[in-house]
């Protein structure tokens, strides 16, 4: 009998922790709050369908904690979002599991684009712009200081809201620069983390009056994972682009 009790707690830590990190995804709005109540204002409204990772399988007074794709952690409502308990295989080394990104047909960009699952093409200002060559991609590389030392973030604060930053891509992602990346941006793919920055560029403003980004960018200099949509900027340079960049992971 004692035995039949280890074993089935045993069976039920393995299962937490096989849910702690999980993916999970909101089921309606939502709001993310600061604490696991409704005594203290929330953080923000989540959409329907935004991607979460899991931090605890554990609820407590009804909700979990949680990661949002902007990094952001918080607690919303267990009975909004759906978990996907499906077992996955641990995380590799930053040097294996990664290949070179597929590039696809441009097509323009869309409001209504799912990219990422996470509902940042809502915030996206004048989305036609971007022509959309892979929609959700997670490439590896390292950051590097695109504004010549003027901002202790390394990235340039554009006046719709967004970053404009570089990564300097690991070798087999050399596929996603072209000849803008090269000319106009060092040989660095840029990326684009929307509504990070307070917005002065008028016909930009619509795009994030219902969010605002709080993504934490690494310094200049870090190896990182960045996931979110492979894009070439129709309205400079032709450039290709992160854009928007959903989720930004720092690695060895």
């Not at 892979?134 to 003027?150: F, L, M, Q």
Request: proline letters at 6%; one cysteine or more.
């Amino acid at each position: 009998m004692r035995r039949i009790t280890f074993l089935c707690v045993s069976f039920f830590f393995l299962w937490s922790a096989a849910l702690s990190g999980q993916t999970a995804v909101t089921t309606r709005s939502t709001n993310l709050r600061r604490d696991p109540s409704t005594k203290h204002a929330w953080i923000r409204l989540l959409g329907p369908n935004e991607q979460l990772t899991l931090l605890s399988s554990a609820r407590r007074n009804g909700y979990y904690h949680i990661e949002t794709s902007d990094s952001t952690k918080g607690w919303v409502l267990a009975r909004n979002v759906r978990i996907d308990t499906t077992i996955v295989a641990s995380p590799q080394p930053d040097s294996v599991g990664l290949n070179s990104v597929t590039i696809g047909p441009p097509k323009p960009g869309s409001n209504s684009l799912a990219g990422c699952g996470d509902a940042l093409w809502q915030h996206v200002y004048h989305p036609y712009r971007l022509l959309v060559m892979n929609e959700c991609v997670t490439v590896s590389g390292t950051i590097v200081d695109a504004t010549n030392g003027r901002n202790s973030d390394g990235v340039r604060h554009e006046a719709d809201g967004d970053t404009h930053g570089w990564l300097r891509p690991d070798p087999q992602f050399a596929n996603l620069l072209n000849n803008g990346n090269t000319t106009a941006e060092n040989g660095n793919l840029v990326f684009e983390i929307v509504c990070h920055y307070p917005v002065t560029q008028a016909d930009a403003r619509p795009a994030c009056n219902t969010f605002g980004d709080h993504t934490v960018i690494p310094p200049v200099g870090s190896h990182v994972r960045m996931t979110g949509t492979f894009v070439q900027d129709s309205n400079h340079g032709r450039w290709n682009e992160i854009h928007p960049v959903s989720r930004i992971v720092v690695t060895p």
